[in-house]
């Protein structure tokens, strides 16, 4: 079996298959976004949530930097690799909206 | 709850996570193939591939070609709407090719 990093289209698409993760992506594309925000947007149950976001992260596509605040606040953002999805995303976003028409 | 077509991109989405869909998806952008081709591509059990060819007939993304010979042969072909996601599946292997890089 390959190792994750090599087949990274295959374990996108197996994770953009769970509610949600589209979106979180997406909207990730306009910058950093809390937690809670995030689950306003997916709508998603805190602790579902809390497994898309650590499975993004081992996937590399968000970071989590968690700021020494009262109260802590985190924050989780695109890394570089999550920003190149752009195109893809759009992409797919232009496929429904031609869909829809 | 919305009925299927109103929320395309989610169900293409959910579809795309199974194992063997986009290179299902992808391939026929070359042109129909029979089941037995889509087998080798895809490598997934007869019942699964058969599933899966289904669920992407009822999102209207390919269609199903009944010839009436001896033996009797079937093709699959991307109707309209499957076609139309070239752009996005080209940008998502592109993605991937950029991750490997």
């Known amino acids: 079996m390959l190792k994750p990093a090599e087949r990274p289209l295959e374990q996108l698409l ?3 298959g769970h509610k949600g993760v589209f979106a979180i992506l997406h909207s ?3 910058g950093p976004l809390r937690f809670g925000a995030l689950q306003q947007l997916t709508d998603l149950p805190p602790r579902t949530l809390s497994l898309r976001l650590k499975e993004l992260e081992e ?5 989590r930097t968690e700021y020494n605040e009262v109260p802590p606040r ?3 953002a695109l890394t570089e690799r999550g920003q190149s999805l752009r195109p893809a995303l759009e992409a797919l976003v ?3 909206e031609k869909s829809l028409r």
Chains 1, 2 share one sequence.
């Open 74 to 76: 985190v924050d989780y």
């Open 94 to 96: 232009a496929w429904e």
């Open 59 to 63: 996937l590399r596509l968000i970071s």
């Open 14 to 16: 197996e994770l953009m």
């Open 28 to 30: 990730l594309q306009s």
